[in-house]
């Protein structure tokens, strides 16, 4: 199972990115999905996840009423909708899938790669 992810980039304060999150591989089911962020020197931390269903979501607390977790099923993929771009998310931002890799199998955690956002003042 590989996590593919992608929009990162260079914008200014107050600006909007939408990352993408692409999973690939033996997928039976995909649970719980996931956007994290880490800066240098700090833990990783959790930005938004989402339901298998997409009908539960949850957010950290400085993004909320700002980013906005979305998933589709069909490809996948799980997206983040960030508006209102503060230079404090600046962060490599890294995907997250819990996966069942056949009817039977144990649910493991995967990661994507990665994607830096930055966010100039």
């Known amino acids: 199972v590989q996590l593919q992810a992608s929009g990162g980039g260079l914008v200014q304060a107050g600006g909007s990115l939408r990352l993408s999150c692409a999973a690939s591989?033996?997928?039976?089911?995909?649970?719980?999905m996931a956007w994290y962020r880490q800066t240098p020197g700090k833990q990783r931390e959790l930005v938004a996840s989402?339901?298998?269903?997409?009908?539960?979501?949850n957010y950290a607390n400085a993004v909320k009423g700002r980013f906005t977790i979305s998933r589709n099923n069909a490809k996948k993929s799980v997206y983040l909708q960030m508006n209102s771009l503060e230079p404090e998310d600046t962060a490599v931002y890294y995907c997250?899938?819990?996966?069942?890799?056949?009817?039977?199998?144990?649910?493991?955690?995967?990661w994507g790669q990665g994607t830096q956002v930055t966010v100039s003042s």
């Open positions: 591989g033996s997928i039976f089911r995909i649970n719980t």
């Open positions: 997250s899938a819990n996966v069942i890799v056949s009817r039977f199998a144990t649910e493991y955690n995967y």
């Open positions: 989402i339901s298998s269903g997409g009908d539960n979501t």
